[in-house]
């Protein structure tokens, strides 16, 4: 079946450049998502990106996307304490009554931020 | 402000009770769901519903049960039967599918259920 895998941990610099990475199986994927979780709460949708789009900016995070390795990669610049979370990589294939069911999201990657 | 409220934060059952975990959204989406989140696995599909008095299973449903009779609220029910219930429970929603290709989730903030 469909996969999507993320690497557990990640640690960086206070101001350095975070970049968190994902591969999905699901050739058929049409949206991919990156969503953040803080401690204690639900997930928060960060950025999206289109199947057919390489590159998405938005402020500090900048999606890449290589759909022939199906790999996904959030950038984010400036790392701030803040930006400490679990993010979860998330893909949703092509649409259709039951696509509700379709969206697969990875176990999520624990960013922490060192001083 | 529209969003998702799961209620309570916390809860915390003996084993062998049943109990209901409270998800109400204003957004007027259609679609609800249910995640299971435990450490290190991500999220599973427990149920979902597109319309209501409609859903359907997810990948994890045994000891489960929900309803969807409203449009706004779609309960979540633990039942006895489920194995290991601790657990962090996400309630999500999204427009019809059906109608937006692009229909990311929205979340609650979620129940944290111990059972002893």
């Known amino acids: 079946g469909e996969d999507v895998e993320q690497s557990l941990f990640l640690s960086v610099r206070e101001g350095d450049s975070s970049v968190i990475n994902c591969t999905y199986t699901d050739s058929s994927s049409t949206y991919l998502y990156w969503y953040k979780q803080e401690p204690g709460a639900g997930l928060q949708l960060l950025t999206y990106i289109f199947s057919n789009m390489d590159m998405k900016q938005d402020q500090r995070l900048t999606v890449l996307l290589n759909k022939k390795d199906k790999h996904l990669s959030l950038r984010i610049a400036d790392t701030q304490t803040g930006d400490s979370a679990i993010y979860f990589c998330a893909e949703s294939s092509d649409p259709g009554y039951s696509s509700a069911s379709k969206i697969i999201f990875g176990s999520g990657t624990r960013l922490s931020i060192r001083p | 402000d529209g969003g998702i409220t799961q209620s309570p934060k916390y809860l915390f059952r003996k084993e062998g009770q049943n109990v209901t975990l409270s998800c109400e959204q204003n957004?007027?989406?259609?679609?609800m769901y249910w995640y299971r989140q435990d450490p290190g696995q991500g999220l599973r599909l427990i149920y979902y519903?597109?319309?209501?008095?409609?859903?359907q299973k997810g990948d994890i449903a045994e000891g489960y049960s929900v309803s969807r009779e409203k449009k706004e609220s779609f309960p979540l029910t633990v039942t006895s039967a489920q194995k290991n219930p601790t657990a962090f429970y996400l309630c999500?929603?999204?427009?019809?599918?059906?109608?937006?290709?692009?229909?990311?989730?929205?979340f609650g903030n979620g129940t944290r259920l111990t059972v002893t």
């Open positions: 519903s597109q319309i209501v008095n409609d859903f």
């Open positions: 999500a929603s999204s427009i019809d599918p059906g109608r937006d290709y692009n229909s990311p989730l929205h």
């Open positions: 957004l007027n989406h259609d679609a």
